[in-house]
């Protein structure tokens, strides 16, 4: 493959809450919940129970990030060119897992808001996921360097690369971390800014939009035409985590945008196919 396409691939992942406004109320850990609230968190149940008590999701990891490993050499096989070689990976549910965040929405009754969300990453403390640390290792026996991209906001740094350096990360540095800018959610000008001085030989995530902008409009078939036509780069340059728990999936179905948290089951439920 000669060109770099900025896309990240993982196991495909069905996600259920979304990290975008909500409306909500200001007692956020006081347990104080109205009934919608705590009914309407529990589409999460199943799905965050499955992430974090499944032996499948550890297995989907370990066979994600050891095929990334050989994706990775095949990509160094073939490089042509001076740039440093280099791999990017997303955080949140890539390398980091941040479940028990989700777990703390579904037993308070609460759905996502930056504030709350900033207080679980200000405590430094998500696990790193299986395979993660070993493969980004790996990487950097090789010769590449390693970067992490995320929607993170700025004021998130000093935690997040703390967090990096407690789960063993390489490269767990200000320069190898790109957080988003003035609430710019596309990863492109970032990717492009890396790829002035390293070729990108692999991207890893667990959301399909973190890496192609193409993939933040899903009005169209759920964006499943865009993944059939770029069905080819999937585990050879991309690699997909899996993640039930939210994603960008979600404002297809929901109709372009987010709604209340009383409106999702509903939504939900009406997009199942069945006979």
């Known amino acids: 493959m000669k060109k770099v396409f900025f896309i990240t691939y993982t196991i495909i992942a069905v996600s259920f809450i979304s990290c975008n406004n909500y409306n909500h109320s200001s007692n956020l850990f006081n347990g104080k919940t109205d009934t919608v609230e705590s009914l309407s968190s529990d589409y999460l149940v199943s ?4 992430y974090q008590k499944s032996a499948e999701n550890r297995a989907l990891y370990y066979q994600c990030y050891n095929y990334a490993k050989l994706a990775l050499d095949n990509q160094l096989r073939d490089i042509k060119g001076n740039k440093k070689p280099a791999v990017v990976l997303d955080i949140d549910e890539t390398v980091l897992n941040n479940s028990p965040y989700q777990g703390m929405l579904i037993h308070k009754g609460l759905s996502y808001e930056t504030k709350t969300w900033k207080q679980w990453t200000k405590l430094a403390k998500a696990k790193a996921l299986p395979g993660a640390v070993e493969f980004t290792n790996y ?3 090789k010769g590449c360097e390693v970067f992490y991209v995320s929607n993170r906001e700025n004021d998130e740094k000093e935690a997040t690369i703390l967090n990096l350096k407690n789960e063993n990360f390489p490269y767990a540095d200000d320069k190898h971390l ?4 003035n609430k710019e959610s596309s990863k ?5 800014f890396i790829a002035e001085e390293y070729q990108i ?3 890893i995530g667990d959301n399909l939009s973190d890496f192609e902008n193409v993939f933040e409009n899903r009005t169209s078939n759920y964006g499943f035409d865009d993944a ?5 780069f999937f585990g050879e340059k991309f690699i997909l985590l899996p993640n039930p728990m939210y994603g960008d999936w979600e404002k297809a179905i929901y109709g372009g945008k987010y709604p ?3 409106e999702k089951s509903k939504l ?3 997009a199942i196919t069945t006979y």
């Open 201 to 203: 030989l692999l991207f």
């Open 268 to 270: 939900l439920k009406q």
């Open 139 to 141: 990487a950097k026996s």
């Open 260 to 262: 209340a948290n009383a």
């Open 188 to 192: 492109i000008p970032r990717y492009n």
């Open 47 to 50: 799905t965050t129970v499955w």
């Open 228 to 232: 059939d036509s770029l069905k080819d």
């Open 178 to 181: 790109f957080l988003r800018i």
